[in-house]
């Protein structure tokens, strides 16, 4: 197994099985479940893998101890992708301790039924392994609320659990002074606004802890130990969870026979006719959700429409309009539009959305279209996307 630096170790195993993470989010690249070993005079390990990969994480563990035992196990997050192998390596090392904090324990029994030989740390509590010390810092609700990281003082690394995670397997390469990363940057965007995206405040606060905290590697539990990059993907989670966006457009709709797609497209040229370079566009009944929110996170604009369904919001637009919603979004422009056979409901529907959930800031006149464009709601919809672009611009 890979040495990062000075007897810590990498021991953690790539998932290239499973389509949809947490059932949720599409894995078209895998995932990894990162967990490091530090083998001192005492021998501690960080965090564990889902329970599916138990065979190969335990083999890695021997590659790098043989027959030492573990001492500890620092458990940084409850979630069970990275909590899952617990029960199974206190069969391995029953005496292992296990090292958490108060939310820690009560999960581990709940889920586990785990509740021996369990140490309990305090925000900046120290445990000493021998060359290596260890400092635990509490960051609650990011993205659950025992979540903390370890930062081993001795060779300024921060085991983050799933702060600057990503998605991707890693494919030979862990460090990302060893890979071409570009494929992981929007990867760890659509990771952050799918998994991460309500709780800025509490990454926030984390970040603050961490400020001016002497750090060389961040070895997260998802994707790359950041080296090189370490200033990148800090500044990437302190923008995403202030919010930041860049001044382009989301424009997503949902369609039946072409009319509100129509109607899509012609407020998309208008904005780019208006000068706005930066637009995606996206059919939300062919790109998963998961897609179009790591967009919504990257830009301040964000235009949907759909046609009214059952007297209702055409559902898979309500699933997007639910699923944004859920993240507090804050700082973002809403347009929208919507179309019908015979009774007008998606456009008051994305309206009563925003008034109640999104709280976005309306731009624009919405179009109401019966069944499909004439020239009055053509030029509207030409007035939207000009209006949106304007609106974006002048920022
Ligand atoms: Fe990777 Fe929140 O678990």
Same mark, same amino acid.
């Given at each position: 197994? %890979?040495?990062?630096?000075? !007897? ?11 389509? +949809? ?5 599409? *894995?078209?690249?895998?995932?990894? &479940? ?7 005079? !005492?021998?501690? +390990? ?5 329970? $599916?990969? @138990? ?32 029960? +199974? ?12 904090? !108060? ?54 690394? =921060? @085991?983050?659990?799933?702060? @600057? ?38 990454? %926030? ?11 060389? &590697? ?30 382009? =457009?989301?424009?997503? &709709? ?21 000068? *706005? ?46 699923? +944004?919603?859920?993240? $507090? ?11 019908? #056979? ?21 731009? #624009? ?26 609106? =974006?611009?002048?920022?």
């Amino acid at each position: 197994m %890979q040495e990062i630096i000075d !007897k810590i170790y990498y021991v953690g195993v790539n998932d290239r099985n499973k389509e +949809l993470f947490e059932g949720l989010w599409p *894995l078209p690249d895998g995932v990894s &479940y990162n967990s490091y070993l530090i083998n001192d005079d !005492k021998v501690c +390990l960080i965090d564990t893998v889902e329970v $599916d990969f @138990f065979m190969p994480f335990i083999r890695n563990i021997h590659e790098v101890i043989g027959d030492r035992q573990i001492d500890y196990l620092v458990i940084n997050h409850m979630e069970p992708d990275h909590s899952g192998s617990i029960a +199974l390596i206190k069969k391995y090392y029953p005496d292992i301790k296990i090292i958490g904090n !108060k939310k820690t324990f009560g999960m581990m029994e709940g889920f586990y039924g785990v509740n021996d030989n369990c140490v309990e740390v305090k925000n900046g509590d120290v445990l000493e392994l021998g060359g290596h010390v260890l400092k635990f810092v509490l960051t609650p609700m990011v993205h659950w609320p025992e979540t903390m990281v370890t930062l081993d003082t001795s060779c300024n690394v =921060l @085991f983050s659990g799933d702060a @600057f995670g990503c998605f991707g397997a890693l494919n030979g390469g862990l460090i990302d002074s060893q890979i071409n990363c570009d494929t992981f940057w929007l990867e760890m965007v659509r990771y952050y606004s799918n998994i991460v995206g309500k709780y800025g405040t509490p990454v %926030q606060n984390a970040l603050k802890k961490l400020a001016g905290v002497p750090i060389d &590697y961040i070895c997260s539990t998802h994707g790359p130990v950041w080296h090189e990059h370490i200033g990148k993907v800090v500044g990437m989670y302190d923008s995403m969870s202030r919010y930041e966006t860049a001044p382009g =457009l989301v424009v997503c &709709y949902g369609t039946m026979y072409g009319n509100t797609e129509h109607a899509a497209e012609v407020i998309a040229r208008a904005a780019s006719q208006a000068g *706005l370079k930066d637009i995606v566009m996206y059919n939300v009944s062919k790109t998963h959700h998961s897609y179009i929110i790591r967009d919504v996170f990257r830009y301040r604009g964000l235009i949907v429409g759909a046609p009214t369904y059952n007297t209702g919001l055409y559902h898979e637009m309500d699933v997007l309009l639910s699923e +944004l919603a859920g993240r $507090d979004i804050k700082n973002h422009c809403l347009g929208w539009f919507g179309s019908h #056979g015979w009774a007008s409901r998606a456009v008051a529907k994305i309206q009563e959305w925003n008034d109640t959930r999104l709280h976005f800031e309306p731009v #624009g006149t919405p179009v109401d279209i019966r069944q499909s464009l004439d020239s009055e709601t053509f030029a509207m919809c030409e007035a939207l996307g000009k209006a949106m672009a304007e609106k =974006l611009l002048a920022e």
